[in-house]
């Protein structure tokens, strides 16, 4: 169990329904409440959506996580957690109140037909790299080798990503 404490990982959350600051606030306490101790949090970015573009701007951060759960039982805390804020998976990357990522666990790599780790498509997403590239530059994507930091200069996205500051932040961890 020590080993799962020592691995660096990183979740993403974002929100574009209801009032998308407390949304995020409540899901980070819901992830504590669940086992995962937030070391470092981004400022939040106000993003514009990529795919569904007719929908409102989300609020996205990335925290950095300590945690005792596999990613399996981390996947299901998220999932719990998106489920009490109402989530419905009924339009694909459509508006939604909470939507928590799990992008990298260490340096696991994990192949299933419910849970692909690292995120498999981080690279081509700066409303993750962004937030991500604050809190962990240096942080190497263990498939390609390559920096947090070097993704989001080789990402071909191009959608506004604007930091809207800190707000959404806990005492308790460090930036």
């Known amino acids: 169990m020590a080993e799962a404490t020592e691995r660096r990982v990183f979740l993403s959350l974002g ?16 992830l504590e409440e669940r086992g995962a ?31 005792v759960l596999s990613p399996r039982e981390l996947l299901a805390a998220c999932l719990e957690i998106e489920r009490l804020f109402g989530r419905k998976r009924t339009i694909s990357k459509g508006p939604r109140t909470i939507d928590i990522d799990l992008l990298f666990y260490g340096s696991m790599v994990l192949n299933e037909p419910e849970l692909d780790v690292p995120h498999p498509r981080l690279h081509l997403r700066n409303f993750v790299l962004a937030p991500l590239a604050e809190i962990a530059p240096d942080f190497r994507d263990p498939k390609s080798g390559v920096t947090v930091a070097a993704l989001l200069t080789r990402s071909p996205d191009r959608s506004r990503v604007k930091s809207v500051g800190p707000t959404a932040r806990s005492d308790r961890c460090r930036t």
């Open 15 to 30: 929100s574009n329904l209801g009032d998308r600051e407390r949304n995020l606030r409540e899901a980070l306490t819901g």
């Open 37 to 67: 101790e937030i070391v470092a949090r981004s400022s939040i970015y106000e993003t514009e959506p990529l795919e569904v573009r007719d929908q409102p701007d989300f609020l996205n951060l990335v925290v950095e996580i300590r945690t």
